[in-house]
């Protein structure tokens, strides 16, 4: 990339040649040329992306919460299974 920013190269177009970047980027470098115009875009489009990130995570949480509970509830349940299990055995035998 530097190799290619020496020859003369816009970044937006190295940019947008990276797949794992998202889109927006080179279009916000390609957008702005004044480096304070551009440095408040990538700092709105970051916390763009930490809400939507944030966002992500909750929804993914709501998931994995009640999993993780009923596994736990399920795991207490077995464990008091077993160790009652013995004790009705023997109130069956008497």
Known sequence: MTQELN???HLSSLLSQFRLL?????????KNADAAALEKDL??????LTEEL????MRN?????PIFFITLAGLIV?????LMWPMF???KTI
Request: glycine letters at 2%; hydrophobic letters at 45%.
């Open 7 to 9: 020859q003369g190269k």
């Open 22 to 30: 998202d889109k927006q980027i080179p279009l916000i470098f390609q």
């Open 78 to 82: 077995f464990i008091y299974i077993t």
């Open 54 to 57: 944030h966002r992500k995570i």
């Open 61 to 65: 949480l709501t998931y994995i919460q």
């Open 43 to 48: 700092s709105v489009y970051a916390e763009f």
């Open 89 to 91: 055995q023997l109130i």
